[in-house]
């Protein structure tokens, strides 16, 4: 099987201008990340689990693997694509993303759990989306604010990978490291706006980390083990919302 994500590809997707480049100029790649993955066991039960909370039943995996009517499946900025789960964007979505650039810019390949919490959406009802996903937010918020189920993110947090949160003008945000500090700011947000991200991160920048970028057996399982990890609170909020 061909390398999967070399730094010459990061250096690639760090000279796109706009989102047109950055969507299309890795796109074999891409397609190939999202077919690998949509047959992981982790991504197959989350899809399984979805399709109970959609109003029609969903056919595709868990990653859309085609253009879904006027919405790409793949979206992105300048030297950034990422991909959310099907039907996710009114949702806490498991979404996988990457920064492009050369050494010693902000560059590496994401995996985790964001909401988007903007109406930046051609959805004729976007504003009572965005209420019922925050929510989702809030819900969330308030079982991570719970022992058991804070100790037991933290616990997954701390078995491995570089984690990290995003939020808009912190992308990522450099001032928290730890898994503690991650989830007690999500936890504590007041008033939450744009983007937040709780995921890991793998950086080209890093041996182990590029050994994996560059492997797509390896890399499967750190998105297996990603999504595995974080779907009992990804499910948990669903439970809790009463939808």
Known sequence: MDAAFSKATFERLGKCATERESTT???PLVDRLIHLANVLPACQRVAAFRDRWSTKRVSTGLFADRPAGDIDYVRG??????VYHWGGRWAPQFNI????????ERRYLRIGLGFSLTLNS?????DSRLQDLYSLFYTFQRLIREPRERAALIRFMQSGGDWILERDNHVPDRSLTVPEQIVDWVA???RPAGWIFVGRRLSPDIESHLLKLE??????????DCVA?????????????GD
């Open 229 to 241: 990890g974080l779907e009992p609170i990804w499910r948990a909020t669903w439970n809790a919302s």
């Open 77 to 82: 900025g300048q030297a950034h694509w990422y």
């Open 215 to 224: 492997s797509w057996p390896l890399l499967m399982s750190e998105i297996d």
């Open 188 to 190: 504590r947000a007041e």
């Open 122 to 126: 051609v959805d004729p009802n976007r």
């Open 97 to 104: 993303g990457m920064f492009g650039g050369s050494a010693g």
């Open 25 to 27: 100029v890795l796109s």
